[in-house]
């Protein structure tokens, strides 16, 4: 229910009381910076976008917008890839971004306590002064907050072997959707009863306000070899992918990126490769340095087997630094290739991955686009980049299907509509996809529990009925 303004004025000014003047906005033009994330095809306008700074504002804040009936949205540093911080249902923006200290880091216990706006990278930069770091590490980490982190149960360039958000996750401060403050989790993964951490970790901003989190610190490796592989197809390089896990060697990451994101990526950060190369691996190993050169030796002979035209390994920490640079900031270089893309983010069991860009391929032949993909080979996590321009909507159109295609193919070989980039306002209806009805209920009854009134975070990863 859309309040009066009257009414609209007094809230503003009721919050401003709360968080202080200067930080509730209200303005359109300063509400623009808030109709979007990542996923720039959605867009939803919030009434209000409001900035507490601590725990007790954001249960404040809480309690008032919950007296007035407005729904509101947590926010983090809105790099999300599937409109989770959006308000379709308008309503209120709550914003972490003020919440980005780091409170604690204990290299003896292993751990670190953050606010949840905390940016993932500045907590890695501390980690590292004692030899740690955050291991989850997505390409967006130099911007995106530990709060988003654990809403979308992020991954990165190393989950292959370091895993996901969540096992990372000891705990959280949380303020719930009626303004309750609990924390969930606690000092070990060893606590009793629910596992309520676990539930809440990927919940999409949709079971209440991360307000601090108690995360786990990995010591950082002893050594690193990184490896770049060219190869003469995209399917060879696939092929290598399987064989190198087959051959029982785990490598921290397994990234590849296939012909068409080459064109953009040699461009960009001007690499220099042979016009021959159509798909390349970047490999990298980490451990105890004495093991190292004999797992370098098996990788190289298991590419050059699949047909790799070359397999150069890194110099030295600059040059390794200078390739995940590129591989990090990848995804902006297919600027080049169009005026627009849109990432999806599925997943196959990584032998199908061959078969599954093959199928893609013609996915885009059919609908008439360019796809170009580059994504977590190691994981099976494929990331299809649609190259198109936003203001035909025939290709607008044609994005949608071939989305909706490459979805469908990855559930019918075994896999996900998502890897981790979460369900949001995107991909709620395709829900019923890879869910019966009696599993999305179990779901309904779980987000009741949390919330309620359904003011929290709305219109987001369930279905609707009609769906
Ligand atoms: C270029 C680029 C590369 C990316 N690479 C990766 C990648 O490699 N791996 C990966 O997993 N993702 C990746 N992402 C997606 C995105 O960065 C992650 O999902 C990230 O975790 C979002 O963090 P954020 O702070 O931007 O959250 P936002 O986008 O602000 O919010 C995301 C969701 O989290 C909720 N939320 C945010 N903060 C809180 C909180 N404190 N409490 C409760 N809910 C909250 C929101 O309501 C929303 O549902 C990438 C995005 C971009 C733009």
């Known amino acids: ?31 623009l910076a808030y109709e979007s994330d990542g996923l720039t095809f959605e867009r939803a306008k919030p009434d209000l976008a409001i900035f507490p700074d601590g725990t007790e504002q954001v249960v404040e804040v809480v309690k008032l917008l919950n007296s007035v009936g407005m729904p509101f949205t947590p926010r983090g540093m809105g790099t999300g890839l599937s409109g989770g911080c959006l308000t379709p249902h308008g309503g209120a923006v709550i914003s972490l971004v003020r919440m980005n200290r780091i409170l604690d880091i204990d290299p003896y216990g292993r751990r670190a306590l953050v606010e949840a706006g905390a940016i993932n990278k500045r907590l890695s930069n501390a980690a590292s002064k004692f030899g740690y770091t955050f291991a989850p590490d997505p390409s967006s980490e130099s911007v995106c907050t530990i709060g988003g982190n654990v809403a979308e149960n992020a991954a990165g360039l190393h989950t292959i072997k370091y895993g996901v958000t969540s096992n990372h996750v000891l705990a959280a401060e949380v303020v719930m959707p009626d303004g309750d403050v609990v924390w969930l989790g606690g000092d070990t993964r060893c606590e009793p009863g629910y596992d309520l951490i676990g539930l809440f970790v990927g ?24 490896l770049l592989a060219q190869f003469r197809s995209p399917s060879d390089a696939a092929k290598a992918v399987s064989e190198i896990i087959a051959s029982g060697i785990l490598p921290a990451a397994l990234e590849m990126i296939d012909h068409v994101a080459l064109e953009a990526v040699v461009a960009a950060f001007k690499l220099e490769l042979p016009s021959e190369t159509k798909s390349i691996l970047v490999v990298e190993l980490d451990g105890f340095d004495v093991a190292l050169d004999r797992q370098v030796d098996s990788v190289r002979s298991i590419c050059i087997a699949n047909g790799a035209i070359d397999v150069r390994a890194a110099k030295d920490e600059l040059e390794r630094e200078e390739l995940w640079f590129a591989r990090k900031k990848a995804f902006g270089s297919l600027g080049r290739l169009a005026p627009s893309y849109c990432t999806q983010d599925v997943v196959v069991p990584r032998s199908k991955i061959p078969e599954a860009l093959e199928r893609i391929y013609e996915i885009a032949r059919r609908n008439g686009i360019r796809i170009a993909n580059m994504f977590h080979a190691g994981d099976g ?20 299907r071939a989305s909706y295609e490459i979805m469908q193919m990855c559930i019918e070989m075994g896999g996900s509509i998502t890897g981790e980039h979460g369900i949001g306002v995107e991909k709620r209806r395709f829900m019923n996809l890879m869910f019966s009805r009696d599993e999305i209920d179990v779901m309904r009854k779980v987000k009741l529990a949390f919330d309620q009134t359904g003011l929290c975070n709305p219109g987001k990863v369930l279905p609707n009925d009609g769906d």
């Open 1 to 31: 229910m859309a309040l009066q303004r009257g009414q609209l004025e007094r809230l503003i000014e009721q919050l401003e009381k709360i968080v202080g003047k200067g930080w509730v906005r209200y303005l359109d033009e300063d509400l």
């Open 203 to 226: 919940n999409e901003g949709t079971f209440g306000i991360a307000t601090k989190v108690l995360v786990k610190l990995t010591k950082l490796p002893q050594a690193y070899r990184t």
């Open 381 to 400: 996590n494929l990331h299809p980049c649609m190259l198109f321009d936003e203001r035909s909507s025939e290709q607008v159109e044609a994005v949608m």
